[in-house]
């Protein structure tokens, strides 16, 4: 016959304690994290943007570094999702981006025969 383990009860409750304080340490950073995002966009969105990009970096899984250049400043926006919308619009280095402020939707141009061309509108 085989014989049962028999666990002990007070190791059961402190294995059960553990997972539930790093259940809610898990919640409290993602959500962190999730709010410090959230004001990152909104505050993008606020934005009136018009430039060129500078600079641009894969940061995998869909998103991208983007340094914009406008008149009044070097613009810098991080975990932009536009990955889909470089590749099919081959948007690089040297394109121009419009924004206008408090809208989620920003414009990509490509200068094509001397003349600016609107290439890909991106909704935030």
């Known amino acids: 016959m085989k014989e049962e383990l028999a666990i002990p009860k007070n190791y059961l409750i402190g294995l059960f304690s553990i997972l539930v304080i790093l259940a809610i340490i898990a919640v409290i950073v993602l959500s962190k994290n999730y709010f410090k995002y959230r004001a990152k966009t909104n505050t993008l969105i606020g934005q009136e943007i018009n430039g060129v990009i500078k600079s641009m970096k894969d940061e995998s899984r869909g998103s991208y570094f983007l340094e914009i250049k406008t008149e009044k400043e070097l613009l810098s926006i991080h975990s932009l999702p536009v990955a889909w919308e470089v590749q099919k619009y081959n948007i690089q280095v ?11 939707i920003m414009n990509f141009y490509k200068l094509k025969n001397g003349a600016m061309e609107k290439v890909c509108e991106f909704e935030m």
């Open 94 to 104: 040297g394109d121009s981006v419009s924004k206008k402020a408090n809208s989620r």
